[in-house]
C-alpha cells in the first residue's frame, strides 16, 4: 500500500514558466512533508519541508502547499530554471514510538526544465 | 565541507560473499540512516540509528545488518548476498535525533550488483 504517490512520473515545462508537482498521502498520522531534489548520480538533497499545521511554506523560487483536507501537497518552482531539472522526491514524516519518525518516500517525479 | 561519503561507490559481487557498505559523516549528526532505491519504488528505509549503539529496523531490513560504534560511523553489513539486494544505496543523517522532519543529508550513493 503506497501511502505517498506522486502520481506524474515526469513533467517537462519551459524555462521561466511555473513548475507545478504534486504528491497525494494517505495517512493522517503524517505530521511533517518535505521534498528532496536528485540530481544522476548524487544523493537526494534537501528542499524544502512544511508542518502539518502549516499550509503554506516558501524559500525562494519554492513554495511547497499543503491541503490537508485533500491529503494533498504540491511544490510550486517560479521561475523554473534549466537547473532544476532533476528528480523530486516527495516525503512525509510520521512519529514513532520512541521518538523517532518513519519518513516515507513517494516514487518520484523528473522534472525537465526546457531553455 | 560537511558531507556523507560512502564507500565503495559501485560494488559487483557474488551471492554470499559478505561484503560491507561503509557511511561516515563529519557533521556530528545523532541521525543515521540507509536506504534503498530500486526503480518504480522510491526510497525505502533500512535501518536507522538514533545515536551511538542505538539502531533500529526500517522498513526493508531483511538480509541487511547495521552498527554504530562511533557517531562518525554507520556501516551496512550484507552477510550473505543476494540477487533481489541488487539496488542503489543511499546513507544519510540528521542533526535531529528525531531524524526525519529535520534536513537529511545524503551520501552519494553505492550502486551495487549482486550476481
Known amino acids: 500500500d503506497q501511502q505517498v504517490k506522486q502520481n506524474s512520473p515526469s513533467l517537462s515545462v519551459q524555462e521561466g514558466r511555473i513548475s507545478i508537482l504534486n504528491c497525494d498521502y494517505t495517512n493522517s498520522m503524517f505530521d511533517y512533508f518535505l521534498w528532496y531534489k536528485k540530481y544522476p548520480a548524487e544523493g537526494p538533497t534537501f528542499l524544502i519541508s512544511?508542518?502539518?499545521?502549516?499550509d503554506k511554506n516558501e524559500d525562494g523560487r519554492f513554495t511547497v502547499f499543503l491541503n490537508k483536507s485533500a491529503k494533498h501537497l504540491s511544490l510550486h518552482i517560479v521561475p523554473s530554471q534549466p537547473g532544476d531539472s532533476a528528480v523530486y522526491f516527495c516525503a512525509a514524516s510520521e512519529p514513532r514510538e520512541g521518538g523517532s519518525e518513519k519518513l516515507v518516500f513517494g516514487k518520484g517525479t523528473k522534472l525537465t526544465v526546457n531553455p | 565541507e560537511a558531507q556523507v561519503t560512502q564507500n565503495p561507490r559501485y560494488l559487483i559481487t557474488v551471492t554470499g560473499k559478505k561484503l560491507t557498505v561503509t557511511c561516515s559523516q563529519n557533521m556530528n549528526h545523532e541521525y543515521m540512516s540507509w536506504y534503498r532505491q530500486d526503480p518504480g519504488l522510491g526510497l525505502r528505509q533500512i535501518y536507522y540509528s538514533m545515536n551511538v549503539e542505538v539502531t533500529d529496523k526500517g522498513d526493508v531490513p531483511e538480509g541487511y545488518k547495521v552498527s554504530r560504534k562511533e557517531k562518525r560511523n554507520f556501516p551496512l553489513i550484507l552477510e550473505s548476498p543476494s540477487p533481489n539486494q541488487t539496488s542503489l544505496y543511499f546513507c544519510?543523517?540528521?542533526?535531529?535525533?528525531?531524524?526525519?522532519?529535520?534536513?537529511?543529508?545524503f551520501g552519494p550513493g553505492t550502486r551495487l550488483t549482486v550476481t
Open positions: 512544511i508542518s502539518s499545521i502549516k
Open positions: 544519510a543523517s540528521s542533526f535531529s535525533t528525531r531524524g526525519a522532519s529535520y534536513e537529511q543529508y
